[in-house]
Nanobody, 124 residues
Framework: QVQLVESGGGLVQAGGSLRLSCVAS????????MGWFRQAPGKVREFVSA????????ANADSVKGRFTISRDNAKKTVYLQMNSLKPEDTAVYYC?????????????????WGQGTQVTVSS
């Protein structure tokens, strides 16, 4: 059974930082592209960042470029999202997801497995 478990969310002031983690089990982690998505109340789920199987290629949404960094540790079966210079508009539930194919993916429909999400709230 595949499980993705996110952690690291919380309440932070604007300008602050958080580091999200997602630990995977039940899959061969190193063969999956991993992504982070987010969903704010009343909005559709949107792409944030993705990293390919080796960690050598990443993609980021324009809204987070220069502020968020995705990374992975295949030995620990963990993907991270370092979030700096947080803004109130970053407030959302953040989900990690796994995609079994080459390259990074930008669409939620490309991802087969999802975590339960972790809340990030940025106060102004």
């Amino acid at each position: 059974q595949v499980q993705l478990v996110e952690s690291g969310g919380g309440l932070v002031q604007a300008g602050g930082s958080l580091r999200l983690s997602c630990v995977a089990s039940g899959l061969t982690f190193s063969t999956y592209t991993m992504g982070w998505f987010r969903q704010a109340p009343g909005k559709v789920r949107e792409f944030v960042s993705a990293i390919n199987r080796s960690g050598g290629s990443t993609a980021n949404a324009d809204s987070v470029k220069g502020r968020f960094t995705i990374s992975r540790d295949n030995a620990k079966k963990t993907v991270y999202l370092q979030m700096n210079s947080l803004k109130p508009e970053d407030t959302a539930v953040y989900y990690c997801a796994a995609k079994l194919s080459y390259g990074v993916g930008l669409k939620p429909s490309e991802y087969a497995y999802w975590g339960q999400g972790t809340q990030v709230t940025v106060s102004s």
